[in-house]
């Protein structure tokens, strides 16, 4: 939702303030709508995609600072402990198996065009 000021957009107006051109705010705005839209399309498309694997990584990084700041809140836990590296463990292998499926779906791409 755009919000209106003195007939400008509300984004275009404070990025004059801070001394940003309105074509750098849109081109912002522009990013965070296709990194959403690419996120939303990935639903329904086969394999990944960059937005996301950075989704992903996102939402690991934010789970292993969790983790960390829960093992220092509440005492140097095992189950605190093994919590963390339960998460750090998973979040490399995704990160790994991402990273084989498209040395696959390479490889697979590379064949076919051997074979044209």
């Not at 939402?59 to 509440?74: D, G, K, P």
């Amino acid at each position: 939702i755009i919000l209106k000021l003195t007939g400008k957009c509300q984004r275009c107006h404070l990025g004059r303030r801070k001394g940003i051109s309105p074509n750098q705010t849109e081109m912002a705005a522009e990013k965070k709508r296709n990194f959403l839209e690419e996120l939303i399309e990935s639903i329904w498309q086969p394999g990944t995609n960059k937005a996301l694997i950075c989704a992903i990584n996102i939402s690991f990084t934010i789970l292993i600072s969790v983790n960390i700041s829960l093992f220092y809140v509440f005492g140097w836990s095992i189950h605190f402990l093994i919590l963390l590296m339960l998460t750090i463990i998973v979040a490399f292998l995704i990160n790994w198996f991402i990273l084989e499926l498209s040395k696959q779906s390479g490889a697979n791409h590379e064949d076919e065009k051997k074979q044209n």
